[in-house]
Every structure is written in C-alpha cells, then in structure tokens.
C-alpha cells in the first residue's frame, strides 16, 4: 500500500493508523477535515507537501 498525495486524510489514517501523529505534527486538520486528499489538506493548512508526504512514507513503514 502506498501513500501518495491524492489519497484522502481518512483514508490514509484509516490503513496506516500511525500516521496521525504525522498529520498532526504537520497541523493537518484530520478530524474533520480529513476527507479530502493529502495535497488539498496541505495547501489548505499551509503544511509542506513534500516533507508531509515524506513523514507519512516513513510513518507507514
């Protein structure tokens, strides 16, 4: 399974559940904010994509 930048918040949470500290590290609203996809969250929360998407890679390992 992979993480990419078009896979929902819930959805990654919901199959890498140690993920979410990475989200919240990076302020990413998972509550309710989480059904749109990773690149959308990070724009809309000001986090930087590529290291997001980094945390959540190595988080999910």
């Known amino acids: 399974m992979s993480i990419d930048k078009n896979k929902t918040v819930n959805d ?3 199959e890498h ?3 979410i ?3 919240t590290q ?3 609203d998972s509550c309710c ?3 749109v996809s990773i690149e959308e969250a990070a724009e809309r929360d000001s986090a930087p994509l590529d ?8 988080a999910a390992k």
Do not use: D, R, S
């Open 21 to 23: 500290g990475v989200f």
């Open 33 to 35: 904010g989480g059904a």
């Open 51 to 58: 290291e997001l998407l980094e945390a959540l890679i190595e």
């Open 17 to 19: 559940p140690q993920t």
């Open 26 to 28: 990076f302020n990413i």
């Open 12 to 14: 990654t949470i919901k």
